[in-house]
């Protein structure tokens, strides 16, 4: 039986390395050994015949467990080590091969026994989602993502789910945990770093730092006291009974008082190229704004989009608003059963923007269901969200800051008819 020697394992990766869940996250400090732990488990995988593959964000990040990797195989009689391809072949004809996020699309087509999302925290969550998991659905492979934190993004959110689903677990390691990591190397780190990197980069902890706008605390707020996901509903001004959807006239309870409908607010971010459409709609009759509605698609014809948003302003009404920009405005014409403003994004306006929901959320004046419909997205993205926002998803906040700018100019009147 051809077999490989390798160095040995401290602790923590055994207990990693040992867990029998199908999806494992583990956020580690730099140097705690999570690249030859998972080398370990691409390998145990390919031994046994099957095909495994290393993912990094770019194929320089990569490059560090491709070096590692030919390092350990190529004593094994038999092996082929393909340099063009970055793929090694076992005797046994299972292979693994180190391959790159940084176009998605490239990752469809072969079915996997197993695979690592090395760096987890800088991909772009549809390399996992769209690409990675389908591919492991004919072998019921297994997947490991291994990452430092990256501030609050999609990798922070995949952790959380991880450690509350069936299937999944999820484990976090600071450098010092490593006992072959000299102390003296993890105080040197300490006085060479800022404290928030050092507790990022060294500490493994999930950190906020100065160029995120919104602040977990803030976010947070937003799910106490949420009303949830509801249909539209209407009141009675004069015995206050509620009414569901959108009505008008004089009540038919009382026949005296005059029916009012909520002021609800909806905004579309659109999708360019394989970005997400998003749509958002929130009551603000008063405050704090309610989310109420949301959703999340892609990859869907623009006649498709715009019957999409007819169907939201036929079950709440209200003031309706679409992004006017670029594609957004030949996307307008397509428009039957209501007229949308055209939110045209420009410099200016995108900072008016994005300062409205600062304000709004610094103020407690947003709440909003944490799960369901694809929300999660939403508060993926608020938690990740920097002014320099030329690299990162950014569709849910786009279109929450379409809200809430549209309710600093006053589209809710803030009436302040509790029922």
Not at 27 to 35: D, E, L, P, S, Y
Not at 62 to 86: K, Q, S
Not at 143 to 161: C, D, E, M, Q, V
Request: contains cysteine; proline residues 5%.
């Amino acid at each position: 039986m051809i077999s490989v020697t390798f160095p040995p394992l401290h602790p923590g990766q055994t207990v990693v390395r040992d867990s029998p869940a199908r999806f494992k996250v583990l956020v580690a400090g730099r140097r705690w050994g999570k690249t030859r732990l998972a080398i370990l488990l691409c390998l145990q995988t390919a031994f046994q015949g099957g095909r495994t593959w290393w993912v990094g964000p770019t194929f320089p990040v990569a490059e560090i467990a491709w070096r590692m990797l030919r390092a350990l195989v190529r004593p094994v009689p038999g092996t082929v080590i393909r340099e063009v391809d970055r793929r090694v072949i076992l005797p046994g004809g299972g292979e693994v091969t180190v391959k790159s996020a940084e176009h998605p699309d490239s990752l469809r087509g072969e079915g996997l026994h197993g695979v690592v999302l090395d760096e987890a925290a800088l991909m772009r969550p549809e390399a996992w989602g769209e690409a990675l998991r389908p591919a492991l659905a004919d072998q019921q492979g297994w997947a490991i993502f291994i990452s430092t934190p990256k501030g609050y993004n999609w990798f922070h959110t995949l952790y959380r789910h991880a450690e509350r689903t069936t299937g999944w677990a999820a484990w976090r390691f600071a450098s010092w945990d490593n006992p072959f990591l000299a102390a003296s190397e993890i105080e040197a780190m300490r006085q060479e770093m800022t404290l928030a990197r050092f507790r990022q980069e060294v500490g493994a902890e999930f950190v906020s730092f100065e160029g995120q706008l919104f602040s977990p605390e803030v976010i947070a707020a937003c799910w106490e006291g949420a009303r949830g996901f509801e249909p539209a509903w209407s009141y009675c001004m004069g015995c206050k009974v509620r009414h569901e959807g959108i009505l008008h006239g004089t009540c038919t309870e009382c026949h005296r008082g005059r029916i009012s409908t909520r002021d609800y607010v909806t905004r579309y971010d659109l999708a360019r190229k394989k970005d997400w459409v998003v749509g958002i709609t929130v009551d603000a009759t008063e405050d704090p704004v309610q989310i109420v509605a949301f959703e999340r698609f892609q990859k869907v014809p623009w006649p498709a989009v715009v019957r999409r948003v007819e169907a939201r302003n036929v079950l709440y009404g209200g003031d309706v608003g679409v992004d006017g920009t670029g594609v957004g405005d030949a996307v307008l014409g397509f428009f039957d059963t209501v007229s949308p403003q055209a939110v045209v994004f420009s410099p200016k306006s995108k900072t008016d923007m994005v300062m409205a929901l600062q304000m709004l959320l610094e103020r407690g004046g947003l709440k909003g269901p944490r799960e369901g419909c694809g929300v999660e997205a939403l508060w993926e993205e608020l938690h990740g969200y920097q002014w320099d926002d030329k690299d990162l998803t950014q569709d849910c906040v786009m279109a929450l800051a379409m809200v809430a700018r549209a309710v600093e100019m006053g589209a809710g009147r803030f009436v302040g008819h509790v029922l």
